[in-house]
């Protein structure tokens, strides 16, 4: 079994920001510094195109509640992110802009953990892992530039001619 009930609510772009925002609001904002703004499409279509009206160089990225990159893409142009998106929701988040490299590229990084008991808590942490990184190496700019550079999804970047 690789899922408890319920358990979409952290795995699910959009319902996880719901869970984070609804623990900052609980215990401070100031606890989750990481926390981009975000803003959870189509419901808080308004409250995204006043922000982005205040902060025009801001970049964003567009994620779908899907997997492999699917819907994915950064913007600094309201006019680029759909006001519907499938009839299902979507996520739009600041971009972080100075990210955490290696060697110039932007990568993820995956823990794997096996919950075995929830109360109490019990999990158990893998020794290995997984990284994943972009196929171009990053630069701070304004514009969309490469998805190859942003984007670290493996469907994605196998389409680069630069991937090995």
């Avoid at 623990?23 to 510094?33: L, R, T, V």
């Avoid at 739009?92 to 953990?113: H, Q």
Wanted: glycine share 4%; net charge positive; with cysteine.
């Amino acid at each position: 079994v690789n899922h408890w009930p319920c358990s979409f609510y952290i795995t699910r772009k959009d319902l996880m920001y719901k869970t984070i925002a609804k623990i900052a609001e609980i215990h401070g904002y100031k606890h989750f510094p990481f926390l981009p703004k975000t803003f959870i499409l189509p419901a808080e279509y308004q409250y995204l195109q006043l922000e982005m009206q205040k902060a025009l160089s801001n970049i964003h990225i567009q994620t779908a509640a899907s997997s492999q990159g699917k819907g994915i893409f950064v913007t600094n142009k309201l006019a680029e992110i759909p006001l519907k998106n499938s009839g299902s929701n979507y996520v739009v988040s600041e971009y972080v802009a100075n990210p955490l490299l290696l060697n110039g590229f932007k990568f993820d990084m995956r823990i794997y953990v096996a919950v075995t008991s929830v109360n109490p808590l019990r999990l158990y942490i893998y020794e290995e892992g997984l990284a994943r990184f972009a196929t171009c190496k990053y630069e701070n700019t304004n514009g969309q530039k490469s998805k190859f550079m942003h984007l670290t999804n493996y469907s994605i970047n196998k389409k680069n001619t630069a991937f090995i």
